[in-house]
């Protein structure tokens, strides 16, 4: 790996600062709400220093996104510490991505729950990251989703449809946090989606 200069990695760190408060900005005031100058100044920067990294406030919004969305889309890929059966791994991999959404949660219930600001038309550039990030999870959950298949555990059948189905208990459940919910444990959360998803909502047939 290349050795950073000074100067770069003073610019990767101006980045990160900017990109750290713009989460806190736009989390609290919504996109259209936000504004340069704000996002500059809780950075610890003056106003005019943001531009020379970013364009505008669109630049910064899909920035975040995409750095979000990397963390994200990571998490499909992580192994467990130990092999697990399909079902554990499933459910492993469901606490990981709650835990990273509540540590962003502000963020993720405005930008991802209910998606305000951010239109899925991929002929605008936030629009496109979207629709890429969404695609990138989805691919990463049919993974995870291909080795209950071939476990038995699920049905043939395509591995993005099931995750697919996995992605709106999720989304769900995502939808509650603004209504005071928050409280429940990540763990209890995750039980839920894990449960309806392999059984549903129906009462249980009597043996």
């Not at 951010?118 to 890429?132: F, N, Q, S």
């Not at 005071?180 to 309806?196: F, Y």
Request: glycine fraction near 6%; charged fraction near 25%.
């Amino acid at each position: 790996m290349p050795i950073q200069t000074r100067k770069q990695r003073e610019a990767e760190l101006a980045r990160t600062s900017f990109l750290e408060a713009a989460v806190q900005v736009f989390s609290r005031k919504g996109y259209h709400g936000a504004t340069m100058d704000e996002i500059a100044r809780l950075a610890g920067y003056s106003p005019g220093a943001i531009y020379r990294y970013f364009q505008g406030k669109d630049d910064v919004l899909l920035s975040v996104l995409k750095r979000l969305g990397e963390r994200f889309t990571a998490q499909t890929r992580e192994e467990p510490p130990v092999k697990l059966a399909f079902v554990d791994r499933l459910r492993w991999f469901a606490v990981q991505h709650v835990a990273l959404a509540d540590e962003h949660r502000e963020f993720f219930v405005t930008f991802v729950a209910h998606n305000p600001a951010v239109e899925w038309d991929k002929t605008t550039p936030l629009g496109a990251e979207a629709c890429r990030f969404f695609d990138d999870l989805i691919t990463g959950i049919a993974d995870i989703m291909s080795l209950g298949i071939d476990e038995g555990v699920l049905r043939p059948g395509d591995p993005r449809r099931h995750a697919r189905i996995f992605t709106a208990l999720m989304k769900g459940m995502s939808e509650s946090w603004p209504h005071g919910e928050r409280s429940t444990p990540a763990a209890e959360w995750v039980e839920q989606i894990i449960d309806v998803f392999f059984h549903g909502v129906a009462t249980p047939k009597e043996p």
